[in-house]
């Protein structure tokens, strides 16, 4: 079982950047894939960005292709998101989630979820 932390969202202006952290409890962070998620008020949870357990494969949604990239480092245990050029339209909570499945964009699949981090972007 993994335990998942989120930090370093906030309030930034359009054309700002912003990192996510994803601190994961437990041995076995290696272990996991991890996908970083958000949720816009009213809207669905939706896929951002996913990176395999060793960090040689990432995977984007399109809306954020270009702008963001997803890491990890596994001996800190913390997988991160690096956000630029960020516009009104990001504003939403950032979940990180784990799996040991493949690397996924279905949230459904994913088994350990975060509590989430607001990332608010003023026009």
């Known amino acids: 079982q993994v335990q998942l932390v989120e930090s370093g969202g906030g309030l930034v202006q359009a054309g700002g950047s912003l990192r996510l952290s994803c601190a994961a409890s437990g041995r076995t962070f290696s272990s996991y894939n991890m996908g970083w998620f958000r949720q816009a008020p009213g809207k669905e949870r939706e896929f951002v960005a996913a990176i395999s357990r060793s960090g040689g494969s990432e995977y984007y949604a399109d809306s954020v292709k270009g702008r963001s990239t997803i890491s990890r480092d596994n001996a800190k245990n913390t997988v991160y998101l690096q956000m630029n050029s960020l516009v009104p339209e990001d504003t939403a909570v950032y979940y990180c989630?784990?799996?040991?499945?493949?690397?996924?964009?279905?949230?459904?699949?994913?088994?350990?979820w975060g509590q989430g981090t607001q990332v608010t972007v003023s026009s």
């Open positions: 989630a784990a799996t040991l499945r493949g690397i996924l964009t279905d949230a459904g699949l994913y088994e350990y």
